[in-house]
């Protein structure tokens, strides 16, 4: 059965960097894209940007483009984000989802918390 | 930018049926996706492409959409679908969510 499974909660002081993994099992890693999505204590969803395994084309939130770095380990079947400058606002969960360009996000793994804080 | 517009809540009495609408500009060229998140939970898949159910999403969960609104419809609610429901689509290759809609079954 597909499983994403990302990796454990993170607390950052603000101006730092933090990358969060998320591990694809149960299906074959480059025929899918991998989206990254944020929620705030309280909030909504956020869509933080999409990678494809395949090829390694990425799109990003424009008011995320110029923090946030994705990338993928075929040989791990794994996907990362990185965000940095770190601000207080950057607080939520971290959610990777597995979708199709222009289509749904169809299994998301646990999510990580990342906090922001001093 | 592209905007999706959800209402913040929904009640509907256990048995009956919930609709949670979803508007925006540019629904009528792009599909529409629903999400059911539950408290504590990761979300999940319900509606996709409009109106398909993935498998083991039970029938009583539908999708429709019409001009620039979507829908979606729970028939004979139960007390399980008590949950945040978030639309979803495409614009230019950003996707967006709507605010979320809490769902009250009481």
């Known amino acids: 059965q597909v499983q994403l499974v990302q990796s454990g909660a993170e607390v950052k002081e603000p101006g730092a960097s933090v990358k969060v993994s998320c591990k694809a099992s149960?299906?074959?890693?480059?025929?899918?894209?991998i989206n990254w999505v944020r929620q705030a204590p309280g909030q909504g969803l956020e869509w933080v940007g999409w990678?494809?395994?395949?090829?390694?084309?990425?799109n990003y939130a424009q008011n995320l483009q110029d923090r946030v770095t994705m990338t993928t380990d075929s040989s791990t079947s794994t996907a990362n984000m990185e965000l940095r400058s770190l601000r207080s606002d950057d607080t939520a969960v971290y959610y990777c989802?597995?979708?199709?360009?222009?289509?749904?996000?169809?299994?998301w793994g646990q999510g990580t918390l990342v906090t922001v804080s001093s | 930018s592209h905007e999706l517009t959800q209402p913040p809540s929904v009640s509907v009495s256990p048995g009956q049926t919930a609709s949670i609408t979803c508007s925006g500009d540019?629904?009528?060229?792009?599909?529409s996706f629903w999400y059911q998140q539950k408290p504590g939970q990761s979300p999940v898949l319900v509606i996709y492409?409009?109106?398909r159910r993935p498998s083991g999403i039970p029938e009583r969960f539908s999708g429709s959409s019409s001009g620039n609104t979507a829908t979606l419809t729970i028939s004979g609610t139960q007390a399980m679908d008590e949950a945040d429901y978030y639309c979803?689509?495409?614009?230019?290759?950003?996707?967006?969510f709507g605010g979320g809609t809490k769902l009250t079954v009481l």
């Open positions: 989802a597995r979708g199709r360009n222009y289509d749904s996000f169809d299994y």
């Open positions: 149960g299906y074959i890693f480059t025929t899918y894209g």
């Open positions: 979803q689509a495409w614009d230019s290759s950003t996707a967006v």
């Open positions: 492409r409009d109106n």
């Open positions: 990678i494809s395994p395949y090829n390694g084309n990425t």
């Open positions: 540019k629904l009528g060229h792009q599909f």
